[in-house]
């Protein structure tokens, strides 16, 4: 008997024997690796490099421990030749390096303009010298090979879609212990990429997509009305009607738990302004920068619920460049069509202008006969209260802080100032913007309905939905 740990010559007699009548073939560890074996380890090295030492040299320069020119050096002599041609790239890996090459090339872009006299004028030098691969592809040419790569019609330079919805992990929404909504993202690490490496800089990505997540619910359980397959007093239109309310006040209240948080478990303001979106710098003169501007969820429910704001369409369209195909496609759509308020009157019969003069006794009569308008006002009143709690974020992290400095006489940031979003909303365009959502198309209602909301309890009589009141929770899962 032979033992495991037993040399058997008998056994090795044998197989000596045995390798004799066979021809030789070269041993595994002889055979000439697979092409996409040696690109996995290429690009699992170069990821080491930038998911580490990217953040580690960003903080050396922004210390003043090392200088700005360094980072550009590095990833021109350490990371960009070892970067293997677009064809070598899956889908999936190349919305992963869109991630990490849009925070590589939006650090090297704020280096060079920071450091750079004209520098915010001539954006596009930042990347002077950088070549990428055997080949020598220039940085941004490269980039924009591997954005058309991953199959989503990408913006050429880093943008909302690959710094937030793919670069955090994937996210559960659920409502009362339901699964309602999936938001994946391209890494299955458990990993948050940055700029410096930070916890703020994590919680805040976390925190944009976490609403994103809760929105794509909200979407997903409205969109069907969108296209006329269900009466919107129908009773299936109002479960979800509800279901939306009721998500929406669960984005309400990441926005407010976040904003009480300490400064430890959110992200300061200071670091939040001259650090955090000191990053989002052009590529080019005239590009978009991620912003969350960009955030299409938000987009689509605008159009599905209305906005009465003069230009706000035209607007949107100016921002599709940096969106994802899909994303432009779905607008579109959602453009072309009556929001779902106005669905509502229509199939009730109601005259939106009649609705605006009517006064309470009518209202009430109106209600009386149509009871499902109370469900659809809670829910535009939940938009806009969502709208008016993420409108208080920007005012305590960005239009506040500032406000103060320039009282103080400080003054405002020389490459991406603080008195606007990096899009150009500045607060007096948010503050319309939260009017608009507030003054819907139901907003007559209210003068029947009283002091109700969103989230207080129903008029007695009006019919509520029995899991409103159930908690909203938004999970990293992957």
């Known amino acids: 008997m032979c033992f495991p740990l037993i040399p058997c010559p008998i056994r090795r007699v044998a197989v000596a024997r045995s390798l004799r009548k066979r021809p030789h073939r070269p041993t595994e560890r002889a055979r000439k690796p697979r092409p996409e074996v040696v ?35 590095r990833v021109r002599d350490e990371l960009l030749p070892r970067l293997p041609a677009i064809d070598r790239f899956s889908a999936v890996r190349a919305r992963q390096w869109v991630v990490r090459l849009g925070l590589v090339g939006a650090s090297i872009g704020r280096h060079y303009q920071e450091w750079t006299p004209s520098g915010k004028q001539t954006p596009e030098r930042a990347f002077d010298g950088l070549a990428v691969g055997a080949e020598g592809v220039p940085f941004r040419d490269y980039f924009a090979a591997l954005a058309d790569r991953t199959g ?4 050429g330079r880093d943008s909302y879609a690959s710094l937030v919805r793919w670069n955090v992990g994937s996210l559960e929404v659920r409502l009362g212990g339901e699964l309602l909504a999936v938001l994946p993202g391209v890494f299955d690490d458990g990993r948050i990429r940055s700029y410096t490496g930070t916890p703020g800089e994590e919680h805040f990505f976390l925190l944009v997509k976490q609403g994103e997540a809760i929105e794509l619910a909200v979407n997903d359980v409205l969109e069907p009305l969108a296209g006329g ?26 926005f407010l738990d976040f904003a009480a948080l300490p400064p430890g478990q959110s992200m300061p303001a200071d670091q939040f302004m001259d650090v955090f979106r000191q990053f989002a710098v052009h590529w080019t003169d005239g590009d978009i920068p991620p912003s969350g501007a960009l955030d299409a969820e938000a987009l689509k429910r605008d159009f599905l619920l ?12 100016r921002l599709f460049p940096a969106l994802l195909a ?7 759509t959602l453009m072309a069509q009556p929001a779902l308020p106005q669905r509502l009157l229509t199939s009730l019969g109601v005259d939106a202008a009649a609705l605006r003069t009517a006064d309470p006794a009518d209202l009430r009569g109106l209600l ?28 305590k992290f960005l ?24 899009t150009g909303m500045n607060e007096n365009f948010l503050e319309r913007l939260t ?25 007695a009589g009006v019919r509520s939905h029995p899991g409103a009141a159930a908690p909203v929770s938004v999970a990293l899962v992957g």
Request: aromatic content about 4%; cysteine-free; glycine content about 10%.
């Open 435 to 459: 009017r608009a959502r507030q003054e819907h198309l139901l907003a007559p209602l209210r003068a029947a309905l009283g002091g109700e909301t969103a989230e207080k309890e129903p008029a």
């Open 399 to 422: 239009f506040k802080p500032q406000r103060r400095r320039d009282a103080a006489g400080l003054g405002d940031r020389p490459l991406v100032s603080n008195r606007a979003g990096t």
């Open 368 to 395: 009386g006969r149509h009871p499902a308008l109370a469900d659809w006002f809670r829910l535009l009143t939940a938009h806009a209260r969502a709208s008016g709690a993420h409108l208080m974020l920007s005012k």
């Open 152 to 155: 989503t019609g990408h913006y």
């Open 306 to 317: 209305g906005i009465a704001l003069p230009g706000y369409a035209e607007g949107v369209r």
């Open 229 to 254: 397959r269900l009466a919107p007093a129908g009773e299936d239109a109002l479960a979800r009607v509800r279901t939306a309310a009721a998500l929406l006040g669960g984005l309400r209240r990441l």
């Open 39 to 73: 690109t996995g380890l290429v690009l699992q090295q170069a990821g080491e490099w930038t998911d580490d030492e990217l953040p580690r040299l960003n903080q050396a320069i922004l210390s003043g421990d090392a200088p700005p020119a360094l980072l550009a050096e």
């Open 326 to 332: 899909a994303e432009r496609s779905a607008l579109e």
